[in-house]
Nanobody
């Protein structure tokens, strides 16, 4: 069982930056692939980024590539999402998720545990 708690969301102007954190409980955090997803009002939840258990492999949605960076600190049981050059279309609730499958995952069904989400609002 893994419990995930996101933090770091908030209101930021276009072009600004935010750093999201996701703290995980449990002693096996380092064995999970970790991902970030987001859901805007009226839209489906979508993949944002994922990182392998070691941190050596990452994957990003095209919409955030070059602007967002996912990383993890297994000693702190925490995964991060650094978001730069934010745009109004990045406004959404951001969720972190943990997957017990091998390799970074883009599909929602590939993830076993989910956090409650943190709101990110980018004003124009």
């Amino acid at each position: 069982q893994v419990q995930l708690v996101e933090s770091g969301g908030g209101l930021v102007q276009t072009g600004g930056s935010l750093r999201l954190s996701c703290a995980a409980s449990g002693r096996t955090f380092s064995s999970y692939v970790m991902g970030w997803f987001r859901q805007a009002p009226g839209k489906e939840r979508e993949f944002v980024a994922a990182v392998s258990w070691s941190g050596s492999s990452t994957d990003y949605a095209d919409s955030v590539k070059g602007r967002f960076t996912i990383s993890r600190d297994n000693a702190k049981n925490t995964v991060y999402l650094q978001m730069n050059s934010l745009k109004p279309e990045d406004t959404a609730v951001y969720y972190c998720a943990a997957s017990s499958r091998i390799g970074v995952q883009r599909s929602l069904i590939g993830y076993d545990y989910w956090g409650q989400g943190t709101q990110v609002t980018v004003s124009s």
